[in-house]
Each structure stands twice: as C-alpha cells, then as structure tokens.
C-alpha cells in the first residue's frame, strides 16, 4: 500500500462588488366621459373629466461589497494518487460594506476548516464530499451607524 502526504500553503483574495442605481419619471391619467340625467327639468347632459399627474422617482443607490483575504494549510493523504482524504484549515480577514445596514461596514476574523474524501481516476473526479469542520467569526472593527 502507498499512502502520499501532500501539504499546501492557499492563500488567496476574493472580492464581491455589487451596485446600481436607478431613478425614473411616472405619469398618470385618469377621466370619465358620458352623460349624466339631472332631473326633469335640466334633463341630459354631457360630463366629461380628465386628471392627470406627473412625477419623478428620486435616484436610489445600492452598493455593497466584500473582500476576504485567506491563508492556511491543506493536507491531503493519497493512497496510490488516486483518493484520499484531505482537509485544510484558513485564517481569514473580510471586510463586508454595504450602504443600507447599520452598521454599513464590518471587518471580521475568523478560523475555517473544511474536510472531505476525493476519489480522482486520469484526471476525472469520480467522487467528491465536501464537509464544513469548523467556523468561528469575530467582529474585531466596525462602523458607528449608517452610511452617513
């Protein structure tokens, strides 16, 4: 029986940015035509009324974002360079922003482990689980309120 150990150093960033804006202008319009009856005396008469109103949707923004840098471990142990287990361990520091929270930015830490089994034939992954070992996530800074 061969079993390979195999250790990597990840490290990586992810960014998320999203945004849009929107505004518009409205109009309505709204009548009655035909005839109206108003009595014996003044008999048939035409009514006819239209309304009508304009207006504009004040520009709405949206932005949000997040950026996450990462370090750590991963160790996977193969057994014949075909499956085996592995499982890795980040250090994390994210920054989330978004306009419309309270607060509208956070800066978080955190500690992340992942684990699972891979079975991998000529370059084709047959069987791949995927499991969330462990997660914790501090606030370390944050915004007083809302975006002013």
């Known amino acids: 029986m061969v079993i390979v150990p195999e250790l990597y150093i990840i490290a990586g960033i992810d960014i998320d940015v999203d945004g849009s804006m929107e505004t518009g202008v409205w109009a309505k319009a709204d009548g009655v035509l035909g005839i109206k009856y108003h009595g014996k005396h003044r008999g048939w008469k035409p ?34 360079d075909v499956t085996g287990p592995y499982a890795n361990l980040d250090v994390y520091a994210e920054l989330d922003a978004d306009i419309h929270d309270d607060p509208w930015w956070k800066l978080h830490a955190g500690l992340e482990s992942d684990g699972g089994f891979k079975v991998k034939v000529l370059h084709h992954t047959l069987v791949n689980v995927h499991k969330k070992l462990y997660s914790r996530d501090f606030i370390i800074l944050k915004a007083d309120g809302k975006f002013p």
């Open 47 to 80: 009514v006819s009324e239209i309304n009508h109103s304009f207006g504009e949707k004040p520009l709405s923004i949206d932005v949000s974002d997040m950026a996450r840098a990462y370090v750590g471990p991963e160790v996977k142990l193969k057994l014949y």
